[in-house]
């Protein structure tokens, strides 16, 4: 079991950056495929960013490649997200996601190939 703790999410003027975090615990002892999807109103739940919390297999939705940067500190089993050059469009709520081991290219965008998902954190961009 891994739970998951989103924060940093908050209101922000279009063309600023943001920075959200995910707090894993649990059994971490281990490597997942870890990502970040969103969720507008009236909207299907996206796949923004994944990647491999042994190293690499970073993935982008086109929405977000060159504004969103995904990272993971394995140090403090945090999975990050750097956002820059928001825009309306982007506002949401974000969510965390994990699941052991590897995923195909194909799936890591897929919100029911992961296991363990956090509450959310809303993000808000204002023009």
């Known amino acids: 079991q891994v739970q998951l703790v989103e924060s940093g999410g908050g209101p922000v003027q279009a063309g600023g950056p943001l920075k959200l975090s995910c707090k894993a615990s649990?059994?971490?002892?281990?490597?997942?495929?870890m990502a970040w999807f969103r969720q507008a109103p009236g909207k299907e739940r996206e796949g923004v960013a994944s990647?491999?919390?042994?190293?690499?297999?970073?993935t982008y939705a086109d929405s977000v490649q060159g504004r969103f940067w995904i990272s993971h500190d394995n140090a403090e089993n945090t999975l990050y997200l750097l956002m820059d050059a928001l825009k309306p469009e982007d506002t949401a709520m974000y969510f965390c996601?994990?699941?052991?081991?590897?995923?195909?290219?194909?799936?890591?965008?897929?919100?029911?190939?992961?296991?363990?998902w956090g509450q959310g954190t809303q993000v808000t961009v204002s023009s």
């Open positions: 649990g059994n971490t002892n281990r490597y997942y495929f």
């Open positions: 990647l491999y919390s042994g190293g690499g297999s970073k």
């Open positions: 996601a994990a699941v052991p081991g590897w995923l195909r290219p194909d799936a890591r965008g897929v919100p029911s190939e992961y296991t363990y």
